[in-house]
């Protein structure tokens, strides 16, 4: 038996042991693993303990939130190894310009942040974009990726961690949309455009009750023919002071705000009490519904939109559920699972904006995709580029030995549909056939080309 003496100091000496494990994995669990800096949500913490300390002492603070240019760009260039050796390099950088008590954290990819005192923001974003641009020195090569800075000052411009985020965060967007300055500092302009966000939010939440988003209608054609084979349904707002917005007005917001999928679940009821009839008439075989990639990470998204179709008229063979290529980056598992489950159920899987993203036809292979939509920014330069109609083509032939049919979005002329055509693209949609239109327009114009004796309204000259 060890002497109790001992004993005690071997307890202790394991208790360090253990806490000094404790404090380590507290750290490591705080701290970005490449940069050192604060992880985001330590960083969350560490700002409102900021600012609390900060409105005990009636001191500013401003926060600087940093994204590096062109990042994505060296990243694929470069390779990944010396992105992260970047990314460090810009940490080390952020950390030695730090004074003490200043916060500084990676929030994810290239984005940064540091807090620090609110006095001279100007001169400090200043120095900090002057600090951010010099060279780095990556693997004996000059790399110089730049920097956009936004900034917003705590109380000045924001009351709590969360607004001071968000403001500094549309500081940066301003940045990096306006070009010319690589900063830029929160002000009455921006402050007149989230009062107009903070409106316009209330009023989404408000008319997704009171049925104000209402489901428009695009035809898709027939290559070969140009006979209307179907519709894309498109979200529009009828909102009572601004008119017909489009969803780029809303529906970016609407993801942010998390009501995208009641949106979703809205446009897609309406959208099926008016086209199940031209179904069942057999004036068209196809309804397409556009799905958000937050729709996919929703567990419940599959189980519901089935239950849905089935209170509805129209069959789950005549429905295509459009996804984009985004999903690919979430949870792939969970997207997998809806895609799977709506498939069981005999619905139609379309993968939306093709030729945008990641392209990603491999991902066509391991899921059960049948169409693909090939973004309009491809098809704009079809007929002009001729490396532009390769791709295209060489996209075209892909899914044909895939097995999936194509339709072209955006086909605006007849040189782009001529091309299409004889590339061997099934179906296309655009303002060459019709621009997307009301429900009552849409069925005028689907009971118009089903009198017999008429001809589609535009037939693709071949
Ligand atoms: P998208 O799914 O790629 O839809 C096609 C967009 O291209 C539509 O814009 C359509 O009006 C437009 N378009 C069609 N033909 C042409 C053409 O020939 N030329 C040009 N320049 N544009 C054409 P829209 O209606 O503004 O919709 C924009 C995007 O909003 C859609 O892109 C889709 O991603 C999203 N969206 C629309 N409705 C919904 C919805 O109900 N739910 C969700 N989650 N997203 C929706
Ligand atoms: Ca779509
Ligand atoms: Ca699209």
């Known amino acids: 038996m060890p002497h109790p003496d001992r004993q005690i100091a071997e307890l202790t000496a394991r208790v360090a042991e253990l806490e000094a494990e404790r404090a380590q994995t507290l750290r490591l669990a705080r701290t970005d693993s490449l940069t050192g800096l604060l992880n985001r949500g330590a960083f969350t913490a560490a700002l409102a303990e ?22 994505k760009h060296l990243n694929d260039t470069l390779g990944h190894q010396a992105g992260d050796l970047l990314l460090a390099e810009i940490g080390a950088r952020l950390d030695r310009s730090a004074k003490a008590g200043d916060l500084t954290a990676r929030l994810g990819g290239d984005e940064f942040a540091v807090v620090t005192s609110g006095a001279d ?38 009351a709590d961690a969360a607004d001071l985020q968000r403001f500094a965060d549309m500081a940066l967007y301003r940045v990096k949309t306006g070009g010319g300055r690589r900063w830029s500092v929160f002000d009455a302009e921006l402050r007149a455009e989230s009062e107009r966000r903070r409106t316009l939010e209330a009023e989404l939440r408000r008319a997704i009750p009171a049925g104000e988003i209402e489901p428009w209608f695009q035809p898709v054609v027939e290559a070969a023919d140009g006979r209307i084979v179907g519709v894309e349904v498109l979200a529009r707002w009828r909102h009572p002071e601004q008119g017909l917005l489009s969803p780029a007005a809303f529906v970016p917001m609407a993801e942010e705000l998390g009501l995208i999928g009641r949106i979703d679940e809205a446009v897609f009821e309406a959208a099926c009490a008016r086209a199940a009839p031209w179904v069942k008439r057999g004036l068209i075989e196809l309804v397409s519904c556009n799905v958000s990639p937050r729709d996919l990470v929703d567990p419940g998204f599959s189980r519901k939109l089935i239950g849905r179709l089935a209170q509805t008229d129209l069959p789950a063979s005549a429905l295509t559920v459009e996804i984009t290529e985004t999903f690919l980056l979430q949870d792939l598992g969970l997207a997998r699972r809806h895609i799977e489950r709506l498939a069981a159920k005999g619905v139609q899987i379309a993968l939306d904006d093709f030729g945008t993203g990641y392209s990603n036809l491999r991902a066509l292979m391991h899921l059960p995709i049948q169409t693909v939509k090939l973004d309009r920014s491809l098809i704009a330069d079809v007929a002009r580029n001729p490396r532009v109609s390769r791709l295209v083509g060489s996209m075209l032939h892909t899914a044909r030995a895939l097995g999936v049919s194509i339709v072209a979005e955006g086909v605006e002329d007849e040189g782009q549909a ?25 069925e005028a114009r689907l009971l118009a080309e089903a009198l017999p004796g008429t001809a589609p309204r535009r037939r693709v000259a071949g």
Not at 60 to 66: C, E, G, P, R, W
Not at 125 to 134: D, N
Not at 428 to 436: C, D, N, S
């Open 50 to 71: 900021r600012l609390a300390a900060a409105r005990a002492r009636a001191e500013t603070v401003a926060l600087f939130v940093i994204d590096l240019d062109r990042f």
């Open 121 to 158: 923001v100007q001169r400090q974003a200043e120095a900090l974009a002057a600090a951010l641009g010099q060279p780095h020195s990556i693997y004996g090569r000059a790399v110089a990726p730049g920097a956009s800075i936004g900034v917003a000052v705590f109380p000045t411009d924001a």
């Open 418 to 442: 001529l091309f299409l055509r004889a590339a061997g693209c099934d179906r296309m949609q655009g303002y060459l056939f019709a621009r997307p239109m009301p429900a009552e327009a849409m």
